[in-house]
């Protein structure tokens, strides 16, 4: 059981480059979650999709773009990168309803210089 | 909207000693709360969740917590710290009608041999 996969698990971007972060699950999840993870801040939510087919901003989406590529991928992409957006960021999936837990995968560590 | 506090950004041990972790909310609707552990490197991983049925919650690796409604508080308690539960902690509210989950600030625990 692979549960979330997130795709790459380290970058270096310079200011102003684009890049996509994938993100899959494989067990049948509903809802799909882009997370960043800042020291002393906990977990800020970017975007998030309720379901195929939907996405909505979450608390800190300026920046971002995500697509909800089919049940099982959520990507987000970083249009033009900025050091402020070094962070630690996570996909989680979730099977439905805000009472079921959320599954991390294991991060992507950017860093923008 | 829900909000958590996390108080204490560090707390220190010994090994064998009671573990307390204090989480207070604020949700305009009835809560769900949840306890994530996180070790280095890793995603978060959930130790328990409360979703209004019995108010002691116990979870994982030995760990439970009490929902207080009157306190507004979510504490989670281990009666006996072992070396393995060295990780950063996080309490997280949602709410039925809400789909952002709403992390704190993050606990991290050292133990002490």
């Known amino acids: 059981n692979a549960g979330v996969t997130q795709t790459p698990k380290f970058q270096v971007l310079k200011t102003g480059q684009s890049m996509t972060l994938q993100c899959a699950q494989d067990?049948?999840?509903?809802?799909m979650y882009w997370y960043r993870q800042d020291p002393g801040m906990g977990l800020r939510l970017i975007y998030y999709?309720?379901?195929?087919?939907?996405?909505d901003k979450g608390e800190v989406p300026n920046g971002y773009n995500v697509s909800r590529l089919n049940k099982r991928e959520f990507s987000l992409r970083l249009e033009s990168a900025a050091p402020s957006q070094t962070s630690v960021y996570f996909c989680?999936?979730?099977?439905?309803?805000?009472?079921?837990?959320?599954?991390f995968g294991n991060g992507t560590r950017l860093t923008v210089t | 909207a829900q909000s958590v506090t996390q108080l204490g950004s560090h707390v220190s041990v010994s090994e064998g000693a009671l573990v307390l972790l204090r989480c207070n909310y604020s949700?305009?609707?009835?809560?769900?709360l949840f306890w994530y552990v996180q070790y280095p490197n890793q995603g978060l991983q959930l130790l328990l969740k409360?979703?209004?049925?019995?108010?002691l919650v116990k979870g994982i690796n030995g760990f439970e917590a009490e929902f207080k409604k009157s306190e507004t508080s979510f504490h989670l308690t281990k009666p006996s710290a072992h070396m393995s539960d060295a990780a950063e902690y996080f309490c997280?509210?949602?709410?039925?009608?809400?789909?952002?989950?709403?992390f704190g600030a993050g606990t991290t625990v050292t133990v002490r041999a």
């Open positions: 997280a509210v949602s709410a039925s009608n809400d789909y952002k989950l709403s």
């Open positions: 949700s305009s609707v009835p809560p769900y």
């Open positions: 409360y979703t209004s049925a019995a108010t």
């Open positions: 999709s309720a379901s195929e087919g939907t996405t």
């Open positions: 067990m049948n999840h509903n809802s």
């Open positions: 989680a999936s979730q099977r439905a309803g805000m009472d079921s837990p959320l599954h």
